[in-house]
């Protein structure tokens, strides 16, 4: 355990002094939220340093299981620090700004205020911010530094990074693979503000929404999201961020690296995703314009493309309300949001790739009633899946839908109606924001009992930490020596 909180302490620390960013936004603004950041900064700098007093003397190699368990303490005690600005700010409950906290943190986008636009920018610009620190991951910053403190973070980075295959190296040191999914990260946020400011946001703006295109996040300054700006340039930039953010980063470093677009349409999961996207921007728009929702071709194309990206990208931006949509619209975006985010990006859900395997395997089975003795592997890309790999698959997948159904009756015994608890409960855990019902784009989920907010709140962390490493700390076994 000691080498656990002496993993922590860095961590805590680099996130104190990532509260001086909205503290200077605060003073350049003379905004009314100055006097909230003192405190947080102190008391966040505080406890990591005194942990790090504590625990200095326990440096060693971290272990997998010390990895899960950084892990799985990062994402639930960063959000706790990361409320201290709006509860010295705001008259809200520690359950709310938690909530809050744990929403941009895990890049859900799901906010349970309103009044967003008369906000304080230095708190607009930190909900956004905990957006984009959780699109690559907090832990992924970390594993850049903790070497310098004599603690390998090969672990912990395992444990992070989302998708089956995990192994790949991008770089011969992890440090490095951390610093260049960094700089790429970084890279293509700044190519997004300028389009944004090209497109006509001011400054301010430009740079918030970035951090939640690209960290797939969803946050908004303004309470009618990205309908505030009635756009198409605005959404169209949008979307086509959004889908990158979408894309796997690690095949982004390695076409820069090799400045070649080929690796980009060599790779099966990005062009399942892109293909997916294009049918289902089609397929909703007509149904859309056939249904009467609108009433031209035009008007629904663009309100079903940017509304559908932003949803199946678990990203969740809206410029209209989507919910007065027919069902069977809503309903399949909501469905995209489980599968359509590749491995590797910022999104939540399945991912590509497990559907991918999961089809491929499918196809096996299949195969294997025909002929009982053949010998099938599965193959996605070219590239043969092992064994072990399409079990891991199956069992995410049956977790997936266990969590999912588990959650949604726990709301359900709460109370709530089925559409708002089931698509609330989607919406969550894969980091998608908005839901239906009481929850959908025109409302929030300041509405929500107590017990229906940490209900959701659960499924968010879940979510983003792929369930795995979530559970895998709750069991005996782990505990066991």
């Known amino acids: 355990m000691p080498v656990v909180l002496y ?81 010295f700010y705001m008259d809200t409950t520690f359950t709310h700004a938690y909530f809050e906290t744990m929403s941009g943190l895990t890049t859900t986008g799901a906010t349970v205020y309103s009044g967003l636009d008369q906000l304080p920018p230095s708190i607009n610009l930190w909900r956004h911010l905990l957006n984009w620190l959780g699109g690559m991951g907090i832990i992924v910053l970390a594993v850049a530094i903790l070497p310098l403190l004599g603690i390998g973070g090969r672990s912990m980075f395992k444990a992070e990074t989302p998708g089956p295959m995990k192994d790949s190296k991008l770089t011969p040191r992890i440090a490095q693979t951390a610093k260049a999914l960094w700089l790429v990260y970084a890279g293509i946020t700044l190519a997004c503000i300028l389009s944004l400011r090209v497109a006509g946001m001011g400054w301010f703006d430009a740079i918030c929404h970035s951090f939640a295109a690209m960290a797939l996040g969803g946050f908004s300054t303004h309470d009618a999201s990205v309908g505030y700006f009635n756009s198409v340039p605005i959404e169209v930039v949008l979307s086509i961020f959004q889908v990158i953010a979408a894309g796997n980063f690690a095949t982004y470093f390695l076409m820069m690296r090799g400045r070649s677009f080929r690796l980009l349409f060599a790779d099966t999961e990005i062009m399942s995703m892109l293909g997916l996207v294009l049918l289902s921007v089609l397929g909703v728009s007509a149904y859309l314009w056939l249904v009467g929702t609108y009433p031209t071709f035009l008007t629904s194309l663009r309100y079903a493309s940017f509304n559908l990206i932003t949803i199946a990208t678990d990203c969740g931006f809206a410029n209209t309300d989507f919910g007065k949509w027919p069902i069977f619209a809503t309903m399949w975006m909501l469905f995209l949001s489980s599968i359509l985010a590749c491995s590797g990006s910022t999104g939540g859900g399945i991912k590509m790739i497990r559907t991918l395997i999961l089809a491929k395997q499918a196809g096996r089975e299949l195969s294997r009633l025909l002929h009982p003795n053949a010998v099938i592997p599965v193959k996605v890309g070219g590239q043969v899946i092992e064994n072990q790999v399409v079990f891991s698959v199956l069992a995410f997948i049956f977790l997936y839908f266990m969590t999912v159904v588990t959650l949604t009756f726990a709301l359900l015994l709460s109370g709530l109606d089925f559409i708002s608890a089931f698509s609330a409960i989607i919406a969550c855990i894969n980091n998608a924001g908005p839901g239906l019902g009481v929850v959908g784009p025109a409302n929030n989920y300041g509405g929500l009992s107590v017990f229906q907010t940490w209900v959701c709140t659960v499924a968010m962390l879940a979510g983003r930490l792929e369930i795995f490493t979530l559970l895998i700390v709750l069991t005996p076994g782990f505990w066991k020596k």
């Open 7 to 87: 993993a922590l302490s860095p961590i805590i620390l680099i996130f104190g002094m990532i509260m001086l960013v909205p503290l200077g936004v605060s003073v350049y603004y003379h905004d009314a939220a100055i006097d909230a950041y003192d405190g947080s900064v102190a008391i966040t700098i505080f406890v990591g340093l005194i942990t790090w007093l504590l625990t200095r003397s326990s440096k060693r190699e971290l272990k997998t299981r010390d990895g899960f368990l950084i892990v799985a303490l990062t994402w639930t005690l960063i959000p706790a620090f990361a409320t201290l600005p709006l509860m």
